[in-house]
C-alpha cells in the first residue's frame, strides 16, 4: 500500500467514524437515574408570551430546561448540547417536555448560522 492510498484510508476511517458518532445520538440512562444527553436547544414562547427553553434530544424527545437550573452559556437558540441532566418532578408552566436540571454541560456548539458568520 502506497502512502497516498495510506493517507486515503486513513481519512476515510475517520469519516465513517465521525459520521457513526453523530448518528447514534446520545440518550442514555444512568444507573442513578440522570439522563446522558445530546440535542438542539429551542427558545420557545409560552402562552402568555414568556419565554421558555426546551432541549429537543437527537432522539426526537423533548426536555424542558429551567433557566435557573441550566448553564448561561448553553441558553442559545439553536445551540447544540451534550449534557447529563436530572429529572425533575412537579408541574411545569412552559410545558414543552420533560423538566430536567441540567448537572453537567459537557460541550456547547454554537448554533450553525452563528458559527458560519465567524
Known amino acids: 500500500m502506497t502512502t497516498r492510498q495510506r493517507m486515503h484510508w486513513c481519512g ?3 469519516v465513517v467514524v465521525l459520521i457513526g458518532a453523530a448518528c447514534t445520538g446520545r440518550e442514555e440512562k444512568a444507573a442513578n437515574g440522570d439522563l446522558k444527553l ?3 436547544v429551542h427558545m420557545v414562547q409560552a402562552t402568555d408570551g414568556s419565554t421558555c427553553w426546551k432541549l429537543e434530544s437527537s432522539k426526537g424527545k423533548s426536555y424542558e430546561l429551567q433557566p435557573a437550573q441550566a448553564p448561561h452559556d448553553m441558553l442559545v437558540d439553536g445551540a447544540h448540547a451534550f449534557l447529563e441532566a436530572k429529572p425533575r418532578e412537579g408541574g411545569s408552566f412552559c410545558k414543552v417536555g420533560q ?3 441540567v448537572t453537567q454541560l459537557d460541550s456547547v456548539q ?3 448560522a452563528t458559527a458560519s458568520r465567524e
Open 110 to 112: 454554537a448554533p450553525a
Open 99 to 101: 423538566i430536567v436540571d
Open 12 to 14: 476515510a476511517v475517520g
Open 38 to 40: 445530546s440535542g438542539t
